[in-house]
């Protein structure tokens, strides 16, 4: 069995889907999509679960530490959480999703695309003077101590 990201569930033929694990709250996120492919979702054998508050807990603080936590959807914790509680692998092409796993030592492969290669680490870059540090997921500060700019968050980039 696998946990199966919204990815693998609109790229997938239905045959490879069985038994596959799924978020509850990815079906509303299916119809916003495709309602007839959310239809045919929930008529075929997929494992519908809801993660419990301890592994929901655990999957907000490995995003968290990862520097992803803004930067990802409630489904997308949800689906974290679940590799949390069930330790299972997560079928996913979220490269955001992918980074927090990673770090946390959880398990994943990609959907259709390649992943990532290396975990990330996120910087904070003033878009005025250009000054960056280390993004710290539980540091609000979005404007720039020097120059008074806002900072944007960008991938630091691999020596």
């Not at 508050?53 to 995003?63: G, Q, S």
């Not at 980074?99 to 003033?126: E, F, H, P, R, Y």
């Not at 993004?135 to 700019?149: A, L, T, V």
């Amino acid at each position: 069995m696998a946990i199966l990201d919204t990815a693998a569930l609109l790229a997938w033929p239905v045959e490879r889907l069985s038994k596959g694990i799924v978020a509850k709250s990815q079906l509303n996120e299916l119809e916003k999509v495709s309602i007839e492919k959310a239809m045919l979702i929930e008529s075929i054998d997929l494992i519908w679960v809801s993660p419990d508050e301890t592994n929901l807990v655990k999957a907000r603080n490995a995003a968290s530490n990862s520097g992803d936590l803004t930067k990802l959807s409630m489904v997308d914790i949800d689906l974290i959480a679940l590799c949390f509680q069930l330790n299972e692998v997560l079928y996913t092409d979220d490269y955001r999703i992918q980074n927090t796993l990673t770090k946390a030592g959880k398990s994943w492969k990609s959907v259709i695309q390649k992943g990532i290669d290396d975990v990330w680490v996120w910087m904070k870059v003033c878009t005025g003077c250009g000054k960056s540090k280390v993004s710290d997921s539980n540091n609000k500060e979005s404007i720039c101590d020097h120059c008074g700019s806002p900072f944007k968050l960008k991938k630091k980039k691999k020596k």
